[in-house]
């Protein structure tokens, strides 16, 4: 289920590019790796029964996001811009324990992967800012998306024009009732949590 992830039995650590599917599991590696499957589901009591409840499983048995608790995860809360820094991070390996902040090694390592340029860290995310650094740390690619069918692409900021073409190409951003991007709304912990998910299954 949306639960269970490849542990790498050398390292004792969480394949990140790794997805459930319903012949069995995906798995991306660098090279090759004794794996076992491992079921880490937490039982949060404020996401059951919500839209983005399997996605909430699949981002924090990852390890890419922790609860708020050890029994919530507060799905419907912003996210702020250090946050999403962080779970970047930690999808690409890196370790963000410690520091004198909380974020200060999620900052430090989007600044030096020109994932962002690291300002604004408690501000909450915007869902173009999402596109944009999910666009950046899949290396910029190449998009033939399009905002067409949205009835807000007018109020997109340029810059962030292909990075949205690219997430909506993708299947990671879905425009929400009548087919409205919000591009300058803020992002709930829960919208990230599905835009993770689909973006490791798309790079997966």
């Not at 173009?128 to 998009?143: D, F």
């Not at 962030?160 to 591009?183: F, R, S, Y």
Request: with cysteine; net charge negative; proline share 3%.
């Amino acid at each position: 289920d949306c639960g269970t992830v490849a542990v790498d039995t050398d390292a004792g650590e969480v394949v990140k590019l790794s997805v459930p599917t319903k012949e069995g599991m995906t798995v991306k590696l660098a090279g090759s790796a004794e794996l076992v499957l491992v079921d880490r589901s937490r039982d949060f009591t404020d996401t059951k029964g919500h839209w983005a409840e399997d996605a909430i499983d699949f981002a924090t048995a990852h390890e890419l996001f922790a609860g708020t608790s050890d029994t919530t995860f507060t799905p419907d809360s912003p996210m702020t811009r250090a946050m999403l820094m962080t779970v970047l991070a930690r999808l690409d390996g890196a370790d963000t324990a410690g520091g004198a902040i909380w974020y200060e090694k999620g900052v430090a390592w989007a600044a030096a992967k020109g994932v962002s340029n690291g300002e604004n860290p408690e501000v909450n995310i915007t869902r173009e800012e999402l596109a944009i650094m999910l666009y950046r740390y899949a290396g910029k690619p190449g998009t033939k998306g399009s905002l067409k069918d949205f009835s807000d692409a007018d109020t997109v900021n340029a810059y962030a024009e292909t990075p949205l073409c690219w997430a909506v190409e993708q299947g990671i951003i879905n425009g929400k009732d009548g087919k409205a991007l919000e591009p300058g709304g803020s992002a709930s912990r829960a919208e990230v949590a599905a835009m993770l998910e689909r973006f490791v299954k798309a790079t997966a």
